[in-house]
């Protein structure tokens, strides 16, 4: 079995801006802080999986980016889950073409459903976790956060289906496939 997810990945230079936030913080125990190799924006939780329907996920990833081409993306702000109450999951905002964003959500949700994953209940926020608050709350990590500023922008140009390996040091996330955004014009022949 693979647990797999799909996700916008983050180009290094973002990922170095976030980790360069954050380094400081990370002595913070309160936080099981989010490598910053392992920075994403997810769009489609699958879980356990077994390894001979990847290709069949593929197929539906790829019906799901037929009609989406490349996405201008922005990087910044910061929030934490639930908005009420104790933080518990600690992350940075996305904004820039957020609606072309939430249509490729809710593609990759459609295609995905005749497979037997049901579409997520919760609306679609767009987030990368930077970290999950252990016990307790983490007011530092919180207090240090709340000014985050933009970090940067990127032109996300790919889906990629992930198999996420729990280790005891934390998750590690291997890239299975990748599925670019384009937008397929029909065969009018």
Do not use: N, Y
């Amino acid at each position: 079995m693979l647990r797999l997810f799909v996700a916008i990945d983050l180009p290094a230079p973002i990922t170095r801006a976030l980790a360069a936030h954050t380094a400081p913080l990370r002595v913070d125990r309160a936080v099981r802080w989010v490598a910053p190799e392992s920075l994403h924006l997810t769009l489609k939780f699958l879980g356990d999986t077994p390894e001979e329907r990847v290709p069949e996920v593929i197929g539906a990833l790829e019906e799901a980016t037929g009609a989406h081409g490349p996405l201008d993306l922005v990087i910044g702000g910061f929030g934490t889950f639930p908005h009420r109450g104790p933080a518990r999951v600690l992350w940075v905002g996305v904004d820039g073409d957020l609606d072309g964003l939430a249509a490729l959500a809710a593609a990759v949700e459609r295609s995905l459903a005749p497979l037997g994953w049901p579409p997520e209940e919760r609306p679609f926020t767009p987030h990368v976790t930077l970290g999950r608050a252990r016990k307790g709350s983490p007011r530092r990590a919180v207090h240090a956060l709340t000014d985050l500023g933009e970090v940067g922008r990127f032109t996300a140009e790919a889906l990629v289906l992930f198999a996420s390996e729990l280790k005891s040091t934390g998750a590690v996330h291997v890239p299975l496939a990748s599925v670019p955004l384009r937008v397929q014009i029909p065969d009018t022949r």
